[in-house]
Protein backbone atom coordinates (compact mmCIF):
# COMPACT_ATOMS: atom_id res chain seq x y z
CA UNK A 1 0.00 0.00 0.00
CA UNK A 2 1.75 2.97 -1.20
CA UNK A 3 0.09 6.50 0.30
CA UNK A 4 1.02 10.01 -1.22
CA UNK A 5 0.00 13.23 1.14
CA UNK A 6 -0.05 16.31 -0.29
CA UNK A 7 -0.28 19.42 1.94
CA UNK A 8 1.20 22.74 3.27
CA UNK A 9 1.45 26.20 4.04
CA UNK A 10 0.21 26.05 7.81
CA UNK A 11 -0.33 23.48 10.51
CA UNK A 12 -3.87 22.95 10.21
CA UNK A 13 -2.96 21.43 7.11
CA UNK A 14 -0.32 19.65 7.91
CA UNK A 15 -0.71 17.99 11.48
CA UNK A 16 -3.94 16.47 10.03
CA UNK A 17 -2.75 14.21 7.62
CA UNK A 18 0.44 13.68 10.03
CA UNK A 19 -2.06 12.07 12.35
CA UNK A 20 -3.85 10.16 10.06
CA UNK A 21 -0.81 8.99 8.12
CA UNK A 22 0.44 7.63 11.79
CA UNK A 23 -2.67 6.03 12.36
CA UNK A 24 -2.30 3.73 9.04
CA UNK A 25 1.38 3.25 9.86
CA UNK A 26 0.57 1.65 13.50
CA UNK A 27 -1.92 -0.38 11.60
CA UNK A 28 0.07 -1.55 8.77
CA UNK A 29 3.40 -1.58 9.22
CA UNK A 30 4.52 -2.14 5.42
CA UNK A 31 2.62 0.92 4.09
CA UNK A 32 5.08 3.27 2.23
CA UNK A 33 3.86 6.57 2.85
CA UNK A 34 5.29 10.25 1.65
CA UNK A 35 4.73 13.44 1.91
CA UNK A 36 4.83 16.25 -0.97
CA UNK A 37 5.09 19.78 0.10
CA UNK A 38 6.68 23.21 -0.54
CA UNK A 39 10.41 22.75 0.42
CA UNK A 40 10.05 25.98 2.36
CA UNK A 41 7.03 25.52 3.95
CA UNK A 42 6.40 24.38 7.81
CA UNK A 43 6.02 21.05 6.13
CA UNK A 44 9.54 20.36 5.22
CA UNK A 45 10.65 20.30 9.08
CA UNK A 46 7.18 18.78 10.29
CA UNK A 47 7.08 15.91 7.91
CA UNK A 48 9.94 14.33 8.35
CA UNK A 49 10.19 14.98 12.03
CA UNK A 50 7.19 12.79 12.40
CA UNK A 51 9.44 10.19 10.66
CA UNK A 52 7.86 10.60 7.16
CA UNK A 53 9.63 10.74 3.81
CA UNK A 54 9.17 14.05 2.00
CA UNK A 55 9.44 15.11 -1.80
CA UNK A 56 9.97 19.35 -1.98
CA UNK A 57 7.61 20.41 -5.08
CA UNK A 58 7.29 24.04 -5.22
CA UNK A 59 3.53 25.23 -5.79
CA UNK A 60 3.03 28.92 -5.30
CA UNK A 61 -0.46 30.63 -4.82
CA UNK A 62 -1.28 34.12 -6.26
CA UNK A 63 -1.41 37.24 -3.67
CA UNK A 64 -4.43 39.39 -4.00
CA UNK A 65 -3.03 42.97 -2.31
CA UNK A 66 -1.09 44.14 -5.12
CA UNK A 67 2.58 45.73 -3.66
CA UNK A 68 5.60 45.79 -5.24
CA UNK A 69 6.76 42.77 -2.92
CA UNK A 70 3.40 40.82 -3.85
CA UNK A 71 3.92 41.72 -7.63
CA UNK A 72 7.53 40.32 -7.59
CA UNK A 73 6.04 37.17 -5.67
CA UNK A 74 3.20 36.54 -8.48
CA UNK A 75 5.90 36.79 -11.22
CA UNK A 76 7.40 33.67 -9.47
CA UNK A 77 4.44 32.44 -8.63
CA UNK A 78 2.59 32.40 -12.23
CA UNK A 79 5.77 30.39 -13.81
CA UNK A 80 5.10 27.89 -10.99
CA UNK A 81 2.00 27.34 -11.33
CA UNK A 82 2.34 27.29 -15.19
CA UNK A 83 4.82 24.24 -14.92
CA UNK A 84 2.71 22.40 -11.83
CA UNK A 85 0.86 20.01 -13.17
CA UNK A 86 4.28 18.30 -15.50
CA UNK A 87 6.48 18.48 -12.14
CA UNK A 88 3.36 16.93 -10.21
CA UNK A 89 3.04 14.01 -12.94
CA UNK A 90 6.80 13.59 -12.76
CA UNK A 91 6.13 13.43 -8.77
CA UNK A 92 3.65 10.91 -9.12
CA UNK A 93 5.16 8.77 -11.82
CA UNK A 94 8.40 8.32 -9.49
CA UNK A 95 6.02 7.63 -6.79
CA UNK A 96 3.67 5.58 -8.04
CA UNK A 97 1.03 5.67 -5.19
CA UNK A 98 -2.15 3.66 -5.16
CA UNK A 99 -3.88 6.81 -3.44
CA UNK A 100 -3.48 10.39 -2.79
CA UNK A 101 -4.99 11.78 -0.15
CA UNK A 102 -4.81 16.07 0.07
CA UNK A 103 -5.28 17.98 2.91
CA UNK A 104 -5.41 21.60 2.57
CA UNK A 105 -2.49 24.35 0.86
CA UNK A 106 -1.88 25.04 -2.91
CA UNK A 107 0.02 22.00 -3.09
CA UNK A 108 -2.80 19.66 -3.37
CA UNK A 109 -3.87 21.32 -5.60
CA UNK A 110 -1.88 20.24 -9.12
CA UNK A 111 -1.45 16.84 -7.44
CA UNK A 112 -4.77 15.97 -7.03
CA UNK A 113 -5.95 17.04 -10.04
CA UNK A 114 -2.87 15.31 -11.79
CA UNK A 115 -3.77 11.88 -9.90
CA UNK A 116 -7.49 11.99 -10.66
CA UNK A 117 -6.25 12.35 -14.62
CA UNK A 118 -3.77 9.57 -14.45
CA UNK A 119 -6.93 7.11 -12.77
CA UNK A 120 -5.20 7.11 -9.24
CA UNK A 121 -7.69 7.34 -6.26
CA UNK A 122 -8.07 10.84 -4.35
CA UNK A 123 -9.24 12.23 -1.55
CA UNK A 124 -9.36 15.53 -0.53
CA UNK A 125 -10.10 16.48 3.43
CA UNK A 126 -11.68 19.97 4.01
CA UNK A 127 -11.18 21.37 8.00
CA UNK A 128 -12.88 24.35 8.00
CA UNK A 129 -16.68 25.06 7.64
CA UNK A 130 -16.18 27.50 4.76
CA UNK A 131 -13.90 25.46 2.17
CA UNK A 132 -10.52 27.22 1.01
CA UNK A 133 -9.61 27.66 -3.22
CA UNK A 134 -7.94 24.50 -3.83
CA UNK A 135 -10.50 22.24 -2.17
CA UNK A 136 -13.33 24.38 -4.06
CA UNK A 137 -11.72 23.61 -7.54
CA UNK A 138 -10.75 19.91 -6.18
CA UNK A 139 -14.42 19.13 -5.20
CA UNK A 140 -15.42 17.98 -8.93
CA UNK A 141 -11.94 16.12 -9.48
CA UNK A 142 -11.49 13.77 -6.90
CA UNK A 143 -13.46 10.42 -5.98
CA UNK A 144 -14.02 11.70 -2.18
CA UNK A 145 -14.50 14.87 -0.46
CA UNK A 146 -14.07 14.49 3.14
CA UNK A 147 -15.33 17.26 5.59
CA UNK A 148 -14.85 18.57 9.12
CA UNK A 149 -18.16 20.06 9.10
CA UNK A 150 -20.98 19.16 6.90
CA UNK A 151 -21.96 23.13 6.56
CA UNK A 152 -18.98 23.22 4.10
CA UNK A 153 -20.81 21.16 1.47
CA UNK A 154 -22.60 24.47 0.71
CA UNK A 155 -20.07 25.44 -0.85
CA UNK A 156 -19.01 22.84 -2.14
CA UNK A 157 -22.21 20.76 -3.77
CA UNK A 158 -20.19 17.43 -3.49
CA UNK A 159 -22.71 14.66 -4.43
CA UNK A 160 -19.60 11.96 -2.70
CA UNK A 161 -18.51 13.32 0.74
CA UNK A 162 -18.44 12.36 4.06
CA UNK A 163 -18.44 14.22 6.95
CA UNK A 164 -15.28 12.94 9.21
CA UNK A 165 -14.09 16.01 11.29
CA UNK A 166 -10.70 16.76 12.54
CA UNK A 167 -8.09 14.68 13.92
CA UNK A 168 -7.69 15.38 17.46
CA UNK A 169 -4.87 14.61 19.78
CA UNK A 170 -5.63 11.54 22.24
CA UNK A 171 -4.13 13.38 24.89
CA UNK A 172 -6.67 16.40 24.71
CA UNK A 173 -9.72 13.61 24.77
CA UNK A 174 -8.42 11.74 27.81
CA UNK A 175 -6.85 14.54 29.83
CA UNK A 176 -7.43 14.34 33.29
CA UNK A 177 -8.81 17.34 34.54
CA UNK A 178 -7.88 17.24 38.41
CA UNK A 179 -4.39 16.18 37.92
CA UNK A 180 -4.16 19.02 35.51
CA UNK A 181 -5.25 21.48 37.97
CA UNK A 182 -3.42 19.91 40.84
CA UNK A 183 -0.05 20.51 37.97
CA UNK A 184 -1.31 24.28 38.07
CA UNK A 185 -1.83 24.65 41.50
CA UNK A 186 -4.88 26.10 40.68
CA UNK A 187 -6.99 24.97 43.77
CA UNK A 188 -10.70 26.18 44.05
CA UNK A 189 -10.10 29.43 41.77
CA UNK A 190 -12.18 29.38 38.00
CA UNK A 191 -9.74 28.83 35.44
CA UNK A 192 -8.81 30.78 32.16
CA UNK A 193 -7.25 30.28 29.30
CA UNK A 194 -6.12 32.60 26.52
CA UNK A 195 -4.20 32.19 23.56
CA UNK A 196 -3.68 33.83 19.97
CA UNK A 197 -1.54 31.32 18.22
CA UNK A 198 1.98 31.05 17.86
CA UNK A 199 3.33 34.74 16.45
CA UNK A 200 0.40 36.22 19.21
CA UNK A 201 -2.33 38.44 17.30
CA UNK A 202 -1.67 42.12 18.95
CA UNK A 203 -5.35 43.17 19.09
CA UNK A 204 -5.99 40.12 21.41
CA UNK A 205 -3.13 40.16 23.69
CA UNK A 206 -4.23 44.35 23.82
CA UNK A 207 -7.99 43.05 24.99
CA UNK A 208 -6.46 40.26 27.21
CA UNK A 209 -4.04 42.88 29.23
CA UNK A 210 -7.47 44.50 30.11
CA UNK A 211 -8.91 41.60 31.31
CA UNK A 212 -6.09 40.66 33.33
CA UNK A 213 -5.86 44.21 35.19
CA UNK A 214 -9.35 43.81 35.85
CA UNK A 215 -9.13 40.39 37.52
CA UNK A 216 -5.39 39.83 38.55
CA UNK A 217 -6.29 40.98 42.39
CA UNK A 218 -9.12 39.16 43.10
CA UNK A 219 -7.64 36.01 44.12
CA UNK A 220 -10.76 33.81 42.07
CA UNK A 221 -9.27 33.38 38.70
CA UNK A 222 -6.21 31.76 37.81
CA UNK A 223 -5.16 32.90 33.84
CA UNK A 224 -3.07 31.07 31.87
CA UNK A 225 -2.02 33.40 28.57
CA UNK A 226 -0.13 32.93 25.70
CA UNK A 227 1.60 35.87 24.47
CA UNK A 228 2.68 34.41 20.91
CA UNK A 229 6.18 35.24 20.04
CA UNK A 230 5.35 39.12 18.74
CA UNK A 231 3.56 39.36 22.29
CA UNK A 232 6.54 38.73 24.34
CA UNK A 233 7.76 42.08 24.68
CA UNK A 234 4.30 43.82 24.01
CA UNK A 235 2.62 42.51 27.31
CA UNK A 236 4.65 44.12 29.85
CA UNK A 237 4.37 47.66 27.81
CA UNK A 238 0.34 46.87 28.10
CA UNK A 239 0.50 46.39 31.41
CA UNK A 240 2.91 49.42 32.04
CA UNK A 241 3.20 49.77 35.84
CA UNK A 242 1.56 47.05 36.88
CA UNK A 243 3.58 43.85 35.10
CA UNK A 244 5.31 43.13 37.96
CA UNK A 245 2.33 42.72 40.62
CA UNK A 246 0.41 40.89 37.85
CA UNK A 247 3.61 38.04 37.47
CA UNK A 248 3.82 38.17 41.18
CA UNK A 249 0.56 37.73 42.53
CA UNK A 250 0.05 33.75 41.63
CA UNK A 251 -2.67 34.24 39.56
CA UNK A 252 -1.78 34.95 36.06
CA UNK A 253 0.76 32.42 34.05
CA UNK A 254 1.84 34.68 31.15
CA UNK A 255 4.30 32.27 28.33
CA UNK A 256 5.32 32.83 25.18
CA UNK A 257 3.42 29.01 23.71
CA UNK A 258 1.32 26.61 25.11
CA UNK A 259 3.31 23.45 24.76
CA UNK A 260 1.36 21.20 27.10
CA UNK A 261 -2.47 22.01 25.11
CA UNK A 262 -3.90 18.83 26.79
CA UNK A 263 -3.34 20.26 30.44
CA UNK A 264 -4.20 23.46 29.61
CA UNK A 265 -7.36 22.93 28.02
CA UNK A 266 -8.60 20.07 30.47
CA UNK A 267 -7.47 22.71 33.96
CA UNK A 268 -10.07 25.91 31.45
CA UNK A 269 -13.15 26.61 32.66
CA UNK A 270 -13.35 29.47 30.11
CA UNK A 271 -11.47 29.63 26.63
CA UNK A 272 -10.44 32.56 24.68
CA UNK A 273 -8.94 32.40 21.18
CA UNK A 274 -8.91 32.91 17.76
CA UNK A 275 -10.92 30.12 15.77
CA UNK A 276 -8.96 28.07 13.46
CA UNK A 277 -10.69 24.39 12.68
CA UNK A 278 -8.15 22.32 14.62
CA UNK A 279 -8.28 25.26 17.69
CA UNK A 280 -12.28 24.61 17.27
CA UNK A 281 -12.19 20.23 17.48
CA UNK A 282 -10.08 20.37 20.29
CA UNK A 283 -12.07 22.83 22.18
CA UNK A 284 -15.19 20.18 21.29
CA UNK A 285 -13.28 17.30 22.29
CA UNK A 286 -12.59 18.88 25.70
CA UNK A 287 -16.12 19.71 26.40
CA UNK A 288 -15.14 23.95 27.32
CA UNK A 289 -17.19 27.48 26.84
CA UNK A 290 -15.26 29.56 24.80
CA UNK A 291 -15.03 32.99 23.52
CA UNK A 292 -14.13 33.24 20.02
CA UNK A 293 -12.15 35.89 18.25
CA UNK A 294 -12.04 34.75 14.92
CA UNK A 295 -9.01 36.59 12.93
CA UNK A 296 -10.13 38.15 10.04
CA UNK A 297 -6.49 38.04 8.32
CA UNK A 298 -7.26 34.82 6.99
CA UNK A 299 -8.22 33.25 3.60
CA UNK A 300 -11.64 33.64 2.93
CA UNK A 301 -12.22 34.92 6.51
CA UNK A 302 -12.43 31.50 7.38
CA UNK A 303 -12.44 31.59 10.87
CA UNK A 304 -15.75 33.79 11.34
CA UNK A 305 -17.60 30.72 9.46
CA UNK A 306 -15.68 27.76 11.64
CA UNK A 307 -17.14 30.06 15.07
CA UNK A 308 -20.49 30.69 13.59
CA UNK A 309 -20.89 26.97 12.99
CA UNK A 310 -20.99 26.36 17.01
CA UNK A 311 -22.61 29.67 17.75
CA UNK A 312 -25.33 28.65 15.80
CA UNK A 313 -25.23 25.43 18.48
CA UNK A 314 -24.92 28.16 21.13
CA UNK A 315 -21.78 26.54 22.11
CA UNK A 316 -19.02 29.73 22.15
CA UNK A 317 -19.33 33.50 22.39
CA UNK A 318 -18.27 35.23 19.00
CA UNK A 319 -16.97 38.69 19.16
CA UNK A 320 -15.87 39.66 16.01
CA UNK A 321 -12.45 41.70 15.79
CA UNK A 322 -13.70 44.85 14.76
CA UNK A 323 -15.96 44.92 17.64
CA UNK A 324 -13.46 43.89 20.32
CA UNK A 325 -12.05 46.92 23.00
CA UNK A 326 -10.30 45.56 26.82
CA UNK A 327 -13.93 46.45 28.03
CA UNK A 328 -15.70 44.17 26.20
CA UNK A 329 -13.96 41.08 26.03
CA UNK A 330 -13.34 41.85 30.12
CA UNK A 331 -17.50 42.11 30.62
CA UNK A 332 -18.05 39.02 28.25
CA UNK A 333 -15.51 37.03 30.19
CA UNK A 334 -16.56 38.53 33.67
CA UNK A 335 -20.69 37.58 32.70
CA UNK A 336 -19.68 33.85 32.04
CA UNK A 337 -16.99 33.72 34.89
CA UNK A 338 -19.80 34.59 37.21
CA UNK A 339 -22.22 31.87 35.50
CA UNK A 340 -21.64 28.77 36.51
CA UNK A 341 -25.00 26.83 34.59
CA UNK A 342 -24.04 28.91 31.24
CA UNK A 343 -20.71 28.03 31.52
CA UNK A 344 -21.13 24.49 31.63
CA UNK A 345 -23.82 24.50 29.10
CA UNK A 346 -21.81 25.97 26.27
CA UNK A 347 -19.19 23.39 27.42
CA UNK A 348 -21.35 20.67 26.75
CA UNK A 349 -23.04 22.01 23.19
CA UNK A 350 -19.90 22.18 22.36
CA UNK A 351 -18.61 18.77 23.48
CA UNK A 352 -22.27 17.49 21.35
CA UNK A 353 -20.67 18.40 18.16
CA UNK A 354 -17.24 16.66 18.71
CA UNK A 355 -16.40 14.04 16.85
CA UNK A 356 -13.66 12.08 18.55
CA UNK A 357 -12.73 9.25 16.28
CA UNK A 358 -11.91 11.45 13.12
CA UNK A 359 -8.86 9.12 12.70
CA UNK A 360 -10.20 6.33 12.40
CA UNK A 361 -13.34 7.58 9.81
CA UNK A 362 -10.62 9.25 7.84
CA UNK A 363 -8.70 6.25 8.04
CA UNK A 364 -11.77 3.72 6.80
CA UNK A 365 -12.89 6.03 3.61
CA UNK A 366 -8.88 5.66 2.09
CA UNK A 367 -9.41 2.07 2.95
CA UNK A 368 -12.57 1.98 1.48
CA UNK A 369 -11.36 3.63 -1.80
CA UNK A 370 -8.64 1.52 -2.04
CA UNK A 371 -10.70 -1.31 -2.38
CA UNK A 372 -13.61 0.64 -4.82
Not at 32 to 43: D, L, Q, Y
Not at 199 to 215: M, P, Q, T
Not at 265 to 292: M, N
Not at 297 to 312: D, R, T
Amino acid sequence: MRILFACGGTGGHINPALAVAGYIKERHKDAVITFAGNPKGMEATLVPKAGFEFRPIVIMGIQRQLNWFNIKYNLRSVFYLATAAQRSRKLLKEFAPDIVVGTGGYVSGPILREAAKMGIKTIAHEQNAFPGVTNKLLARYVDKMLLAVGEANKHLNCKNFSVVGNPVRESIIFADREKAREKFGIGSRTCLLSFGGSLGAKRLNEAIAAVIKDHYKTNRIYHIHATGKLGVSLMPQLLGDEYKAVTESGNVDIREYINDMDDCLAAADLVIGRAGAITLSELQAAGRASILIPSPNVAENHQYHNAMVLAAKDAAVVIEEKDLTGEVLSAAVMKLLYDPKRLKQLGENAQAMAIIDANRRIYDEIMAALKG
